[in-house]
């Protein structure tokens, strides 16, 4: 058999763009900058004008599409060179392999031509010599069926003849560009139903049937269907709980019907035609549309899966800091006690202990050895360290722990003004124990270094999130339901998003930090610290270039999102740079005002350990000379970035008042990273910790109780509130009075249901 020339029939950024709804022209845009190694986070922030300012979340979804695509088309290749292999490639089968924009339908149309699977009864028919028959039938020559009875041992009879030509006709129709477009479309009608029943299956149980007793007798068109009843019903499915159908719309069955007539158009025996089209769809056809609507429906439901634990997992790591205060955590414990670590506002541990406080009972019902003296000891710790905050892991015996220090508090046993806040202990075990826990807190026991951890969750919640791994510390539901692969991958960029957003100050972070920033690697973060560890601080950004394994693209991506702040070396010195406007960036007249130092360990120090004011900004260095002709123009000096008076007088430009020709992007950028104070974390426009003195109960709460909580789980189906009782109650979807939540934000709710099976919540605030 010749070779079948083919080529794909999409382009990626054209698949993408009808996929996301955005233009093509910024999906390109997008495509290419992936395509040439930038990350997120730099396109995001310092490319703006090329995407038209897609959102993270955007370019997350384009680089996952992009990806998948990539995949496909090697998909592709790979299927027509193994059915070419075969022999039985055709031009029409090669070009409806080509115009597959999904796994799912290049499954369906190859299912039958895999490497070592039984031959098809198109396949069959074909070695029968009947492929020429059929092509004769399509061009609407007539053909005598009698005579070719006995041309092949498999044609013994009339009726083999015309079911084998059948056979190769509904082949063609199930293979055809048209037809298979026609299916994609049907797959995906609105008023398509998915219907539910009671597996027969005889290894149903109680439990089962309490979770999906919702769905025994459950029909619902698909465009109303919500992820989270796709997500139950597939796994309600899985586990022989629920049997689960498709029920195509008669639209979209008369639709399919019509186009595969048209491949048929001039087949003269309309007997034929019929029945042909008849078996093809019963057969084949209409099952594949149900199996693609059930695909499609299972991605989206996934694809939101995911973006609900990405968010949640963002707004985790972007908790707002508690700076400046020493703190007392309480990892509580029921036999062995609770875990108590004392730390100062540098996360520096002061002291550790285990206590025993009282109202403490364990699941058998006995009381835990309660001392009063440990509540002394607890007194003699606040009078010694002088902490007024309390951080208590949310794990068991967390309710008793809440209402005993509640007590210490209402007794006047602690200080005036102490408060405590609850603390998510996702995590905090798993980071106990990891090497880096051993490396940092080499003398604790592994209980204690998890109290540890929770105390700094509130003092600097990124710092110690990173140190985890995402998974562990995944915000949502149905995660085992999720390819791990993938959500592991979008978890990571999250946490480089979060981390490059927030950014670090290169000459005191950390490994676990610096790794995370957007362009670099471990390799490459360690580099970057054992450069700092033999030379001492870093005095500018171009000093970065010189490390080996930092190249261009590297620094490029990167550079923007480290920090380089006055210390006191700096402060102690009259060696400052102000970058002027020569025209090209990252190029700059330097003014010194004295002579570079003439000793170091390295040639990098030796070379520049001059200071650069605009370093400890976001401006990125190719746009310093753009920076430079705007403060010169507006009579700004580069020594006062960051104080009052100089953010004040940016704040009152726009991007019109720099005359340097460049896009408004670039412009807006500058102008938003010159317009924050010294002071500013990015971090401080998420939420921050809920701080209380005080304790309820689920008994005291009645319908129409007024209380403030925060978000402590986002989901599809609504929003979880911790309001300081013994469980969380539930926002639903329909009970959101207008308002979008995020995990950590605070609310004001009421209660508007309280049974057994929960407490109902109606949003009122979002505070």
């Known amino acids: 058999m010749k070779t079948v020339r083919w080529s794909k029939t999409w382009q990626s950024s054209s698949v993408i763009s009808d996929c996301l709804g955005e233009e093509e022209r910024y999906v390109k845009n997008v495509e290419n900058l992936l395509r040439s190694d930038h990350t997120i986070p730099f396109i995001a922030r310092y490319r703006k004008e090329l995407t038209g300012d897609m959102s993270t979340d955007k370019l997350y979804k384009v680089k996952e599409q992009l990806n998948r695509l990539d995949n496909l088309t090697k998909k592709i290749e790979k299927s027509i060179k193994d059915i070419e292999k075969l022999g039985v490639l055709t031009p029409n089968l090669s070009e409806a392999i080509a115009a597959c924009t999904s796994a799912t339908m290049l499954e369906q149309v190859t299912a039958a031509y895999k490497p070592g699977k039984k031959k098809s009864k198109s396949e069959q028919a074909r070695n029968a010599g009947l492929g020429s028959v059929a092509e004769q039938l399509i061009n609407g020559q007539r053909v005598d069926f009698k005579k070719l009875v006995g041309s092949h041992a498999e044609l013994m009879s009339v009726k083999s003849v015309v079911d084998g030509t059948k056979d190769i006709l509904i082949d063609i129709i199930r293979t055809n560009k048209f037809v298979l477009e026609c299916c994609e479309r049907a797959s995906k009608a609105k008023n398509n139903f998915m219907i539910c029943s009671k597996s027969k299956s005889k290894q149903e149980t109680d439990e089962k049937k309490e979770k999906f007793d919702q769905y025994f007798d459950f029909k619902r068109g698909v465009g109303s269907l919500k992820h989270f009843q796709v997500m139950a019903i597939n796994r309600g499915e899985n586990l022989k709980a629920l049997s689960v159908k498709i029920d195509l719309s008669q639209n979209g069955i008369h639709a399919i019907k019509r186009e595969c007539t048209k491949v048929l158009s001039r087949v003269l025996d309309n007997n034929l035609k019929q029945e042909t089209v008849e078996d093809a769809c019963t057969r084949l056809i209409f099952p594949m549309v149900c199996r693609r609507t059930r695909s499609w429906l299972t991605e989206a439901a996934v694809e939101s899966s ?46 550790t202990d285990v206590v025993y406080l009282q109202n403490l009972k364990s699941s058998s019902g006995k009381d835990s050895r309660f001392r009063a003296s440990d509540e002394e000891k607890l007194q003699r710790l606040q009078a010694q360290l002088r902490f007024k905050t309390i951080a208590i892991g949310n794990g068991t015996a ?38 880096l826990a051993q490396q940092e807190l080499p003398n604790l026991d592994t209980n204690l270094r998890s109290a540890v951890s929770l105390g700094r969750r509130v003092l600097e919640p990124l710092s110690e999130y990173v140190k985890i791994e995402p998974q562990h510390l995944g915000v949502g539901q149905y995660q085992h339901d999720i ?8 978890l990571e960029d999250i946490v480089s998003e979060a981390v490059s957003f927030t950014g670090v100050d290169i000459n005191t972070c950390s490994l676990h930090m610096l790794q995370k920033i957007a362009g670099l690697t471990k390799a490459r973060a360690q580099a970057i610290l054992d450069t700092r560890d033999s030379v001492g601080y870093f ?54 005002t004295s002579s570079s130092a003439n000793s170091s360990k390295s040639k990098i120090m030796r070379r520049d350990v001059r200071f650069c004011f605009l370093d400890q900004t976001s401006v990125h260095p190719e746009s310093y000379h753009i920076a430079c002709v705007l403060l010169r123009e507006q009579g700004l000096k580069q020594e006062d970035i960051g104080t009052e008076a100089f953010v004040q007088k940016i704040k009152l430009l726009n991007p019109g008042d720099i005359s340097v020709k460049c896009s408004e992007g670039t412009k807006q950028c500058i102008l938003n990273a010159l317009s924050q104070r010294t002071e500013t974390d990015y971090r401080d426009q998420f939420a921050r ?56 934000n605070r609310v004001r709710v009421k209660v508007e249901k309280k049974d057994h099976k929960g407490i109902g919540l109606y949003l009122l605030q979002v505070l």
């Open 689 to 744: 910790p809920i701080f209380k003195s005080t304790v309820l109960s689920a008994e005291s709460l009645v319908v129409g109780t007024q209380l403030e909580g925060r978000v402590s789980n986002v989901t599809h189906f609504g929003a979880f509130v911790d309001v300081g009782v013994e469980r969380d109650g539930l926002i639903h979807t329909s009970k959101m009075n207008g308002y979008t939540v995020c995990l950590g």
């Open 539 to 592: 005095h500018n950004r171009e000093q970065i270039k010189s490390i080996k394994g930092i190249g261009p693209k590297s620094y490029e991506q990167c550079i923007g999102f480290l920090r380089i702040y006055p210390n006191q070396s700096t402060k102690n010195s009259d060696e400052t740079v102000e970058y002027e406007d020569v025209g090209a960036a990252v190029k700059g007249k330097r003014k010194l």
């Open 398 to 435: 967390c309710r008793e722990t809440e209402t005993s220090v509640t007590k210490m508090i209402a007794e006047k046993k602690f200080c005036e003004g102490t408060q405590y806040t609850v603390i998510d202990e996702r995590g905090a075990s798993v980071y106990s124990v990891t090497p």
């Open 306 to 351: 995911i973006d609900v634990f990405a968010d949640n997992l963002k707004h985790l790591l972007l908790t707002r800091p508690v700076k400046g205060i020493n703190i007392m955590a309480i990892d509580p414990g029921y036999k062995h006690g609770c875990k108590v670590a004392v730390l100062d506002h540098q996360g520096k541990v002061l002291k």
């Open 483 to 490: 390819a791990q692969k993938k959500l592991s991958s979008r």
